[in-house]
C-alpha cells in the first residue's frame, strides 16, 4: 500500500504540469485530424504517437507515453519521428504496460456485453471510479465530486476520477463542462477523459448485438474521432481509453477501436445493477443524471468506507496508474 501511494503521488506531480500546459488549451480550429502511428523521442522518453493535425498553422501529436499511459498534446517538430504501421508501433513497445493493456482488452473481446479491462490493480484496496456521461436532459449529477472531495480531501488532493464522455452530452451541457474544468482546474478533482463515442446511438427496440455502435450505418471512425476533436476543441485532454455505449461490443467492434489505439475499458461494479465492488474494481456510474439509483449507491459506499478512507486503507485510484500497475513488469 505505501508503496502504491509513493506511485500515486509522484504520478500526480508528474502529470499535473503536463495537463495544465496541454489540456487547458481550446484547439478551435483543427484540421486533418487523423490516425496517425510512429515513435518519437524527445529525451529521455519515447512516446507513441496515435494522432496527427494541424491547428492555426502548427502541426500536433497526440503522444501516449507507453509506460505510464500518459497521454498529451505537443507540436510535432518536437521530437524525433519515425513513421511507423500500427503493427510494427505495437511491436516496437510490445513490452510496455500499455501494448499489455490493448492486447488484453483484444483477448476480452468475445462477450457481447462488457469487454475490455474490467478491473485494475487487485492486489489493492480501493477502486477507480468511472463516472458515464451519456447525452441526457438532465444536468450533472454533482453530488458525485462533492462528496469524494470532501471525503478524500485529507488523505488524496486531488482526487482521481474518470469521466466517459460524449460529444453530444459536451454539446447540450457546456456550463456542466465548464464547472468540471474549473474543479480540476482548482485542484479538487483529476480527471481522466474516456471517449464514450459521440452519439450514444441507442434503440429501445433492437436486440444488444444490433444496438449501440452494432447498429446498421455506424460509422466508428466518426464517433471515436469527432469525440477526441470535440474534447480537444472544449480543452478537455483525451486518454487512451475507451468506453462502449451500453458496454455492447462485438470482437470485430472491439479490435476496430484498438485499431485506434484505445484500451475498452469495462468495470465489474456497475452499482446501479446491484454489483459490489471488490478490490481493485472499476465501478461504473453515470454522473449525467439518467442514474440515481448508482450515485445514492456510490455516496452509501463512501460513507461505509469513511474510516479507512481516513486511514488511507480505501482509496480512489487514478485509471491509468490502475491498468499500469498491472501490467508493469508482467511478462
Not at 454522473?287 to 474510516?307: A, M, R, T, Y
Request: glycine share 6%; charged share 25%; with cysteine.
Amino acid at each position: 500500500m505505501k508503496q502504491a501511494l509513493k506511485y500515486s503521488i509522484l504520478f500526480f506531480l508528474f502529470t499535473i504540469g503536463t495537463i495544465a500546459a496541454n489540456a487547458q488549451a481550446n484547439y478551435r480550429k483543427i484540421e486533418n485530424y487523423k490516425v496517425y502511428y510512429g515513435w518519437a523521442k524527445h529525451f529521455p522518453q519515447d512516446w507513441m504517437i496515435i494522432r496527427e493535425f494541424q491547428n492555426e498553422g502548427k502541426d500536433y501529436f497526440l503522444l501516449v507515453n507507453p509506460q505510464t499511459l500518459e497521454t498529451k498534446i505537443d507540436e510535432s517538430n518536437f521530437y524525433q519521428v519515425k513513421p511507423m504501421s500500427l503493427s510494427e508501433a505495437r511491436t516496437f513497445f510490445k513490452t510496455s504496460p500499455y501494448q499489455k493493456a490493448l492486447t488484453k482488452a483484444e483477448k476480452q473481446s468475445v462477450n457481447i456485453q462488457d469487454a475490455g479491462i474490467e478491473s485494475g490493480m487487485p492486489k489493492e484496496t480501493g477502486i477507480s471510479l468511472t463516472a458515464d456521461l451519456c447525452p441526457s436532459h438532465r444536468p450533472l449529477d454533482k453530488r458525485i465530486f462533492t462528496d469524494i472531495i470532501a471525503e478524500f480531501k485529507k488523505v488524496e488532493h486531488p482526487v482521481p476520477v474518470a469521466l466517459s464522455v460524449t460529444g453530444i452530452w459536451m454539446r447540450q451541457h457546456p456550463q456542466d463542462l465548464d464547472w468540471l474544468k474549473k474543479m480540476q482546474a482548482d485542484h479538487e478533482i483529476y480527471i481522466t477523459w474516456i471517449n464514450h463515442s459521440f452519439n450514444h446511438r441507442v434503440s429501445l427496440k433492437l436486440p444488444l448485438r444490433e444496438n449501440f455502435l452494432l447498429e446498421a450505418g455506424t460509422d466508428i471512425s466518426y464517433e471515436v474521432l469527432e469525440t477526441e476533436k470535440a474534447m480537444l476543441k472544449n480543452g478537455l485532454l483525451p486518454s487512451v481509453f475507451f468506453r462502449f455505449p451500453g458496454l455492447v461490443s462485438d470482437q470485430q467492434l472491439v479490435y476496430r477501436i484498438t485499431d485506434f489505439g484505445l484500451i475498452p475499458i469495462g468495470t465489474d461494479a456497475w452499482l446501479a445493477k446491484g454489483q459490489q465492488p471488490q478490490a481493485g474494481s472499476i465501478v461504473l456510474i453515470h454522473g449525467n443524471g439518467n442514474e440515481p439509483v448508482g450515485v445514492n449507491d456510490f455516496i452509501k459506499l463512501l460513507q461505509s468506507k469513511s474510516q479507512s478512507i481516513a486511514k488511507k486503507q480505501w482509496l480512489l485510484y487514478d485509471l491509468r496508474q490502475s491498468v499500469d500497475e498491472e501490467f508493469e513488469g508482467s511478462n
